[in-house]
Nanobody, 124 residues
Framework: QVQLEESGGGLVQPGGSLRVSCVVS????????LAWFRQFPGKEREFVAA????????YYLDSVKGRFTISKDNAKNMGYLQMNNLKPEDTAVYFC?????????????????WGQGIQVTVSS
């Protein structure tokens, strides 16, 4: 019923920027916490960023603070992750996720809705 779809990934050089987007259908984004996770090959998904219903309270993984910015446009039902000063260590599949609640926002088990993921590769 609720679907999320990522876009905007691809290949970028170290130090470059990408903006990945997440379109939400089937439910109003204004009623959902939005998050981004990433997954390396053979590893569990790790938390990257989350933002509350209003789009005003963000949380970040320490290693991306100052480089990544999460945002959401409730009117457009769109979520975003702006990634600046990208490093090779950021290479992963990035997933958007959403859930009506805010607690345990950094845990994969908290989220009921997931996109399929999109590849971000940082390489020279």
């Amino acid at each position: 019923q609720v679907q999320l779809e990522e876009s905007g990934g691809g290949l970028v050089q170290p130090g470059g920027s990408l903006r990945v987007s997440c379109v939400v259908s089937g439910r109003a984004l204004k009623g959902l916490t939005l998050a981004w996770f990433r997954q390396f090959p053979g590893k569990e998904r790790e938390f990257v960023a989350a933002i509350d219903w209003s789009g005003t309270v963000p949380y970040y993984l320490d290693s991306v603070k100052g480089r990544f910015t999460i945002s959401k446009d409730n009117a457009k039902n769109m979520g975003y992750l702006q990634m600046n000063n990208l490093k090779p260590e950021d290479t992963a599949v990035y997933f958007c996720a959403a859930d009506p609640e805010y607690y345990n926002y950094d845990r994969t088990s908290h989220y009921g809705y997931w996109g399929q993921g999109i590849q971000v590769t940082v390489s020279s």
